[in-house]
T-cell receptor, first 114, second 113 residues
């Protein structure tokens, strides 16, 4: 069956521009997670959705970062006024529900801020 | 708070040799523990998970890990390395299996012919 998909796979933007990253979870998965992977920081948690609500936003690094999820499915991570330190691979994962333990990861979006 | 320490950012072994990747965790509640593998330019793939059913957990591709509560460890092993095992390996912990994962910094495994 289809796994977690993310788009775009690569995004190059200029400092100060806004970007949107998209995640399509596995069909029927109610929990969705965003992580960021960078050389200096390893794998960092950003935000967790259960359905359309976000009970844990503690990993969002600044108010330039926001995310939403609509219809209990697709999620969009938005970064406003991008900075060079935002360059990283953004990974999305989904699980059947918040208690099902196994998170399935997408291939990621590589963001480069020039 | 949860945390994960992976000892050794790089491990090199010869093909056919034992693979041992170390992971120690700290958790204030019974942990759920995971090993993920990441091949170049790909997402993370689950190798195995511990959810308190059995202390020795068998995963895919011949990997296994043993949960040792007294040592707060969850080391990953494979008796005989293959070239295809070359990848980055991440240990992770979650609190009661809920919500976010806390990841270690990863161990890059190189397999020499």
């Amino acid at each position: 069956g289809a796994g977690v998909s993310q788009s775009p796979s690569n995004k190059v933007t200029e400092k100060g521009k806004d970007v949107e990253l998209r995640c399509d979870p596995i069909s029927g998965h109610t929990a969705l997670y965003w992580y960021r992977q960078s050389l200096g920081q390893g794998l960092e948690f950003l935000i967790y959705f259960q359905g359309n609500s976000a009970p844990d936003k503690s990993g969002l690094p600044s108010d330039r970062f926001s995310a939403e999820r609509t219809g209990g499915s697709v999620s969009t991570l938005t970064i406003q006024r991008t900075q060079q330190e935002d360059s990283a691979v953004y990974l999305c994962a989904s699980s059947l529900d918040g208690t099902s333990h196994t998170q399935y990861f997408g291939p990621g979006t590589r963001l480069t801020v020039l | 708070a949860q945390s994960v320490t992976q000892l050794g950012s790089h491990v090199s072994v010869s093909e056919g040799a034992l693979v041992l990747l170390r992971c120690n965790y700290s958790s204030s509640v019974p942990p759920y523990l995971f090993w993920y593998v990441q091949y170049p330019n790909q997402g993370l793939q689950l190798l195995l998970k511990y959810t308190s059913a059995a202390t020795l957990v068998k995963g895919i591709n011949g990997f296994e890990a043993e949960f040792k509560k007294s040592e707060t460890s969850f080391h990953l092993t494979k008796p005989s390395a293959h070239m295809s095992d070359a990848a980055e390996y991440f240990c992770a912990v979650s609190e009661n299996g809920l919500g976010r994962l806390y990841f270690g910094r990863g161990t890059q495994l190189t397999v020499w012919p």
